[in-house]
């Protein structure tokens, strides 16, 4: 697949930020929530907002919950097709992250109708629905404005048996932590916006954005998983910090564990990154340790916007060889044990 540096209309001209990287910062994001009412949940409300969890889950009997997320954002991509595919992608991999099974999308949609053809909105649609379809549920319905950037996402609805939903709030000190997905999404795609991505580069971006993450539904099985959470737009630390703040730990990361996409490693030592990347360090930075040198390159991959990213999976020990086999027979190939959560302060120490 060739990255289309000669499209003759760049989705990504329209937006200020792509894909997850347009999220609101950590920092501004918890000034705006500080002193939002919290009200006493219903019973049946299994998660809330409380730990900043992946989806809302909602249990209707013993035996069934209803998981609801939304998830949309602004072009991360050119081609109107695949922009479509990695939000659909995005948005359904929150309710795997909770251990569910999507049963249908709602479309939301937002578009700069005197400025894109209806043909590529129709394509951004197309593609969305495509990965719909593969994950085998329907787009029953949705919303559309006109807007100033383009907007496509969804909101996507499953179901989980309500003693196997898998919380970002649950690990466990010693669990295992495994990484799905490998990092560097953000770095690739900043890097397609300046015109610098190969054609290779923009294979590897598509094939990890557009994966679903499919092994949450079996992972939902084992006793063994403790606590889940997919990794986009707050970066791998960022993500991981909310795990160990749920769970009142704290993690130990090797940074030599971590997989990257392979192109992006040589533009991150290059100085390619994303806006994002630095807005995440001053939203957390204080919470990650360091205790050897750390460059900017490894910064910027451990706070790295990841647009559909990997699940992250903290695991007993004895149930890593298993949750890495499931992984692996669904095709993550990059799937990695990446590090530990441990006893004491709810900080991030990166080896």
Known sequence: MNAPADHPIRLTDFSHGGGCGCKIAPAVLAEILAKTPLRANPKDLLVGIETSDDAAVYRLNDHQAIVATTDFFTPIVDDPFDFGRIAATNAISDVYAMGGRPIFALAVVGMPLEKLPVEAIQLIIAGGESVCAEAGIPVAGGH????????????????????????????????????????????????????????????????????????????????????????????????????????????????????????????????????????????????????????????????????????????????????????????????????????????????
């Open 144 to 351: 559309s404005i006109d807007t100033l950037e383009p907007i496509y996402g969804l909101v996507a609805l499953g179901v989980v048996h309500p003693d196997k939903v898998k919380r970002n709030s649950s690990a466990k000190a010693g669990d295992a932590l495994i990484l799905g997905k490998s990092l560097g999404v953000g770095i690739l795609s900043a890097a397609l916006k300046k015109k610098k991505l190969s054609p290779e580069g923009y294979r590897q971006l598509i094939a990890t954005t557009t994966q679903l993450n499919t092994p949450g539904m079996k992972l939902a099985d084992l006793p063994g998983v403790h606590a889940m959470t997919d990794v986009t737009g707050f970066g791998l630390a960022g993500h991981l910090l909310e795990i160990c703040r749920g769970s009142r730990l704290g993690a130990s990361v090797g940074f030599d564990d971590l997989p990257v996409l392979q192109e992006a490693l040589s533009w991150a030592k290059q100085g390619i990154a994303t806006g994002a990347s630095a807005r995440n360090w001053a939203g957390y930075g204080h919470e990650v340790v360091c205790p050897r040198k750390f460059e900017d390159w490894q910064r910027n991959l451990v706070t790295d916007p990841q647009t559909s990213g990997g699940l992250l999976v903290a695991c007993a020990p004895e149930a890593a060889d298993d949750v890495l086999r499931i992984f692996r027979s669904g095709g993550f190939s990059q799937v990695e044990q990446i590090g530990v959560m441990r006893q004491g302060e709810a900080v991030l120490t990166i080896c």
